[in-house]
Structures are given as C-alpha cells and as structure tokens.
C-alpha cells in the first residue's frame, strides 16, 4: 500500500497570501489528521476530518481551515499568512480516528517571509 | 496548557543499555496514550500504544508503562540500539474526542 502522500513538500510564502496544502491518505483509511510542528511545540493539533465531517478542531484561529473530499483526500488552507505560521504541517491518516495508530505523511515545510 | 509533557528534551544512552522515556500529563479524561518516533525529514511512525484500563504493554524492545494515579507514562527501550536515535513523541487522546495531543518530545541518541 501507498503511504501517506502530502504536496507540496515545500512552500514559501509572504506575509498576507493564503496556501493550500493537499493530503492523500492511505487507501481505505477515511480519517484524515492535521497537525502543526513548530520547533518547541511539538505536534499541535488542527483538526480530524471522517468522511467529509470535521470531527474536532484544535485551538488553532479561524484562518486555519480544512476540509475533507469523498475519497477521504483532504486540504487544508491558511488564509492571511503570518510570520508566525512557519512551520511543518503534518498530515496523518488512520482507519477510523485518533484512538488508532495513526500513519503520517512527510509533512510540508512553510516558510513566510 | 502543555497537557502532555515530555520534561527531557534530550537524552543519551549506550548501545545494549536500557533507554526510559518518560511523559506526564495533567488532563484525566486521557485514556488511550500513544508512543511515536521520528526521524529527521520524516513524518512520526507509531510505535506501541496502551489503554487506560492496563499498567503494561510490551512489543519487543519496547514496553510502555501507565500509571494512572501519577498520571505518568513511561517507554522503555531494551537493549537500545544506534537505529533507535530519533525524536520519541509521547501522545494521549480521551474522552471520546476524536484529537490528540502531543507532547513536545525527547530527543534520544544511542551511542556506539
């Protein structure tokens, strides 16, 4: 099986644009994970989507925004970049939520100037 | 409110010596605690995991401690070996929610 795939692998960015960042899951696993890796944080939580629903959120603000497609792919977007938004965005897919093994993708490093 | 914590950023141990990871954390409506590692430029692979209804869960090498009334979590590694030199993410879910929170990890280097 495939693993988790995320593009683009790496994004540079300026202040005030908005990115995309895309995850395919692997096959037959419908929960799809989001998390942010900033040196000294560690993996904060986003968000879980299961099929199409976002299940929880973290506390992260408003600009932060995903969503989840029928074939389990999911996108996230940050709109309004700012300095503080560089970081590696995880993705991570499991068969049916957080209470299982979860299989993360390489990540996407942002960079914003 | 770091609710997991990873208090070693760092640790170093000799190959074919036991390595003891070690994560506290505050919130009680965890119970379900994940290990993950991860090496430079990949995404974390999961390692062992444990339900809050055991103290014990072994795989191989790597056995994982809970005790609940210290809210305290423990990996332990034996014999360590080179390969095992990463970050080790400690990581809990509860109260039905479908979200995780890590801790900020350890980094551990095993030395030839």
């Known amino acids: 099986k495939a693993g988790v795939t995320q593009t683009p692998r790496y994004l540079i960015k300026t202040r005030g644009q908005q990115v995309t960042l895309s995850c395919s899951p692997i096959?037959?696993?419908?929960?799809v994970s989001w998390y942010q890796q900033t040196p000294g944080q560690g993996l904060q939580f986003l968000f879980e989507?299961?099929?199409?629903?976002?299940?929880n959120k973290g506390n992260f603000p408003g600009r932060f925004s995903g969503r989840q497609f029928s074939n389990s792919r999911s996108e996230m977007n940050v709109s309004t970049l700012e300095l503080g938004d560089s970081a590696l965005y995880l993705c991570?897919?499991?068969?049916?939520?957080?209470?299982?093994?979860?299989?993360f993708g390489p990540g996407t490093r942002l960079t914003v100037l | 409110d770091q609710q997991v914590k990873q208090n070693s950023p760092s640790l170093s141990v000799q190959e074919g010596r036991i390595s003891i990871l070690n994560c506290d954390y505050t919130?009680?409506?965890?119970?379900?605690f994940l290990w993950y590692k991860k090496y430079p430029a990949e995404g974390p692979t999961f390692l062992i995991s444990?339900?809050?209804?055991?103290d014990k869960n072994e795989d191989g090498r790597f056995t994982v401690f809970l005790n609940k009334s210290a809210k305290h979590l423990s990996l332990h590694i034996v014999p360590s070996q080179p390969g095992d030199s990463a970050v080790y993410f400690c990581?809990?879910?509860?109260?039905?929610?479908?979200?995780?929170?890590f801790g900020t990890g350890t980094k551990l280097q095993v030395i030839p």
């Open positions: 096959s037959g696993h419908r929960s």
């Open positions: 919130n009680s409506m965890f119970d379900y």
């Open positions: 991570a897919s499991s068969t049916s939520g957080t209470y299982n093994e979860q299989f």
């Open positions: 444990i339900s809050s209804i055991k």
């Open positions: 989507y299961f099929s199409e629903t976002q299940r």
């Open positions: 990581a809990a879910s509860g109260g039905g929610y479908q979200k995780v929170t």
